[in-house]
């Protein structure tokens, strides 16, 4: 028997992804989506290629029938959910910010407003090729940020074995497509502000995902100094693309490393030496692709790039359903079509 999944928010980018990839699982079937703007309607008419589904408010999503939901909706709206959601058995993957941080007042202070289901915490943080073992047989996973999915990736392994030189900055530069903003309209990613343009937003140490990126480097027992984060707003529809700036012990153990932790993933590409990540190596798939080049006797450049609705949302979060489920992880996603 499939597993009966059930979307919420599913006409918005990610969720419209969740409903491609589920559609091809061989372990899964949608018994429902909702929108709360579109209920009433097929998701055909939000994007003419989609399936003819039909969308019903959240208020009234069967959850008696269903096994798992997938949550893509706005911070403070997800937690909630995912605890009725919880109470009735079901099994839930959360693509919202609302269970990533694991205690409530660092919510407070990132989100502006006290955490809706404080209780819920903490939950395994889904970025299954740091440490999947966690996210097997779990109930509830919080799927990572998309920014937070590129740095942590490019970063990790070099944490993990203490290659960090101790106080030393970290400097994360990103660009992101205009999908990362979603699908509310807004007048900074209007196709007149963006073509032709390319600009910085919550430079520094502003940006929501900076705390997801340092718990999780804490965890990892990271000594290095603060994580300067600078995201920049590309004039393409999606991807992501992060150059990350560590200063490091060893330039020539930081490959051995990366090796060590992402040679046999079948969804990361870790480029041979010389070559550099591109968008073109991940737009429309679930793949990351890194590039480790030796700046200085201790500097290293890693470049990761990743597509936002993808890796950085909609497939990572169905390699979590598939932990979740005792599946194999690839399920629903290789070979990549």
């Known amino acids: 028997m499939p597993i009966k999944a059930g979307i919420y928010g599913a006409t918005g980018y990610t969720g419209l992804e969740l409903v491609r990839l589920l559609e091809q699982h061989p372990n899964a079937c949608i018994h429902f989506l909702t929108s709360e ?3 009433g309607q097929s998701l055909r008419q939000s994007y003419p290629l989609a399936p003819d589904i039909p969308l019903i408010q959240a208020d009234d999503a069967p959850l008696d029938q ?3 939901v997938f949550l893509c909706l706005p911070h403070t709206r997800s937690a909630p959910l995912a605890a009725q959601a919880l109470a009735h058995g079901m099994r839930v993957v959360d693509l919202s910010a609302d ?3 694991d205690d409530p007042a660092i919510y407070e202070q990132w989100y502006r407003v006290p955490h809706p289901a404080p209780d819920l915490l903490p939950k395994p943080y889904g970025l299954p090729e740091l440490g999947r073992e966690m996210l097997r047989g779990a109930d509830c996973i919080a799927n990572p940020g998309c920014y937070a999915t590129a740095a942590l990736m490019g ?3 070099l944490a993990r074995h203490k290659l960090l030189i101790p106080g030393a900055p970290l400097i994360v530069d990103a660009k992101s497509g205009v999908s990362g903003a979603g699908r509310t309209p807004k007048q900074n990613t209007l196709f007149c502000e963006v073509h032709g343009n390319f600009s910085p937003y919550s430079i520094g140490r502003a940006h929501r995902h900076l705390a997801e990126i340092e718990q999780v480097l804490a965890a990892e027992g990271s000594a290095s100094g603060p994580v300067i984060f600078s995201p920049h707003l590309l004039p393409t529809d999606r991807g992501i693309l992060a150059t990350i700036y560590a200063q490091v012990r060893d330039t020539d153990a930081a490959r051995a490393v990366f090796e060590e932790m992402y040679g046999e993933e079948p969804l990361v590409n870790l480029l041979p030496p010389g070559e550099l990540a591109a968008l073109a190596h991940v737009v429309r798939t679930p793949l990351t692709a890194i590039s480790l080049t030796p700046a200085a006797d201790n500097l290293l450049i890693v470049v ?3 597509d936002n609705l993808l890796k950085g949302a909609s497939s990572q ?18 070979p990549w079509r």
Do not use: H, K, Y
């Not at 979060?317 to 290789?334: C, I």
């Open 99 to 101: 269970l990533r941080l």
């Open 155 to 157: 970063t990790v392994p």
């Open 66 to 68: 269903a096994d798992c």
């Open 37 to 39: 703007r579109s209920a």
């Open 304 to 306: 990761v790039a990743i």
């Open 317 to 334: 979060a169905v390699q979590n359903f598939n932990l979740m489920w005792n599946l194999p992880e690839t399920a629903g996603l290789l």
